[in-house]
C-alpha cells in the first residue's frame, strides 16, 4: 500500500525549532522528488520547497529558516523548521511526484501521492 506519513508536529514557541518527517511506504523515494506545502488557517494552500535526491529549491520567502534532507535509508524526507513565526501556523503536507512541475504551479492534489498532514502551532 503506497503511503506517505507526516510527522513530528506540534506546539513551539516563537523561535523555536522542528522538524518535520515524511516517510513514504509501498514505493522508493529515490525516483521521486518530494514537495513541502502548507495551509494556514483561513488560507490557500501554499508550496514550500522541492527536493530530489541531488538537489532542494525553497521558496524564496521562507529560504533561511526552513532547510530540507533526505534520509534514504528510511526512506524519509525531514523539512526543517528554524526560528518559527506565528504566522507559520499551519498544517504541513508532504506529497510525491516524477517532478517539481505541479510543486511550483501549486498544485498539491497534482502530485501522485500525498500524505494528510501534520499541524505546527507557534504560540507562546
Known amino acids: 500500500q503506497v503511503q506517505l506519513v507526516e510527522s513530528g508536529g506540534g506546539l513551539v514557541q516563537p523561535g523555536g525549532s522542528l522538524r518535520l518527517s515524511c516517510a513514504a511506504s509501498?514505493?522508493?523515494?529515490?525516483?521521486?522528488?518530494i514537495g513541502w506545502f502548507r495551509q494556514a488557517p483561513g488560507k490557500e494552500r501554499e508550496e514550500i520547497s522541492c527536493s530530489s535526491n541531488s538537489d532542494s529549491k525553497i521558496v524564496e520567502s521562507m529560504k533561511g529558516r526552513f532547510t530540507t534532507s533526505r534520509d534514504n535509508a528510511k526512506n524519509a524526507v525531514h523539512l526543517q523548521l528554524n526560528n518559527l513565526k506565528p504566522e507559520d501556523t499551519a498544517v504541513y503536507y508532504c506529497?510525491?511526484?516524477?517532478?517539481?512541475?505541479?510543486?511550483?504551479?501549486?498544485?498539491?492534489?497534482?502530485?501522485?501521492?500525498w500524505g494528510i498532514g501534520t499541524l505546527v502551532t507557534v504560540s507562546s
Open positions: 509501498g514505493f522508493t523515494l529515490d525516483y521521486y522528488i
Open positions: 506529497a510525491a511526484d516524477p517532478s517539481c512541475a505541479a510543486v511550483v504551479r501549486n498544485d498539491f492534489h497534482g502530485m501522485n501521492y
